[in-house]
């Protein structure tokens, strides 16, 4: 596609459920990034890949969230028990290659627990 | 650690004037420092860049001004327009490490109106 997207644009959950969220990077690029942009923490890394692999998972909150990678494109983060404090927009960025300091993102998924 | 400091929160600009902002870094490891352009519902939007070696980079109506020795870098956006009302980040990531990250470290972002 011409650009990053990610899917669904908003979710809504009940505290203690599971979500998934999708993102598909622009076609070719390598690396992956997700983020999560909320009022109090403003745009916070979560997750970095390179193809199928995540070298650098500092960013993660807790054990609750996870991702992975499948075929070097599509990507899901999945966030257990939600908490109400992980309502927020997470958004993903694709670049070039590991060697590419340029990220492109996508349009988010807002994320609404209850 | 807020290690990007963006100032300042709010801006509001008469329409053709000069649009000012600026960021403060304290992690010498940075070495790419990127302006974000976001707009309400959608996603942040690269707007220009700049690496280190250079003290200034300019694309058509966006400048950013690079001072390595003070750790600081800003945005000059020209000729300000209506069109440019939108929320700007900077950011900046680290030199090339092994594990090929270039996390962004952004600052928490200034809402710029211009008016007509």
């Known amino acids: 596609g011409a650009g990053v997207s990610q899917s669904p644009s908003n979710k809504v959950t009940e505290k203690g459920k599971d979500v998934e969220l999708r993102c598909d990077p622009i076609?070719?690029?390598?690396?992956l990034y997700w983020y999560r942009q909320s009022l109090g923490q403003g745009l916070e890394f979560l997750i970095y890949?390179?193809?199928?692999?995540?070298?650098?998972k500092s960013g993660l909150p807790s054990d609750r969230f996870s991702a992975e990678r499948t075929g070097g494109s599509v990507s899901t983060l999945t966030i257990q028990r939600t908490q109400q404090e992980d309502s927020a927009v997470y958004l993903c960025?694709?670049?070039?290659?590991?060697?590419?300091?340029?990220?492109?993102f996508g349009p988010g998924t807002r994320l609404t627990v209850t | 650690q807020q290690q990007v400091k963006q100032s300042p929160q709010s801006l509001i600009v008469q329409k053709g004037g000069i649009s000012i902002i600026n960021c403060a870094y304290e992690?010498?490891?940075?070495?790419?420092f990127p302006w974000y352009q976001q707009f309400p519902g959608k996603g942040p939007a690269l707007l220009i860049a700049?690496?280190?070696?250079?003290s200034e980079k300019k694309e058509g109506r966006f400048t950013i001004s690079f001072n390595k020795s003070a750790k600081q870098f800003s945005l000059h956006i020209m000729d300000s327009q209506p069109g440019d009302s939108a929320t700007y980040f900077c950011?900046?990531?680290?030199?090339?490490?092994?594990?090929?990250?270039?996390?962004?470290?952004f600052g928490k972002g200034t809402k710029l109106s211009v008016i007509p």
């Open positions: 076609s070719g690029h390598t690396a």
């Open positions: 960025a694709s670049s070039r290659d590991s060697g590419s300091y340029e990220q492109y």
């Open positions: 700049i690496r280190p070696d250079v």
């Open positions: 890949f390179q193809g199928n692999s995540a070298p650098d």
């Open positions: 950011a900046a990531s680290p030199a090339y490490s092994g594990a090929g990250s270039y996390q962004l470290t």
């Open positions: 992690n010498t490891a940075f070495d790419y």
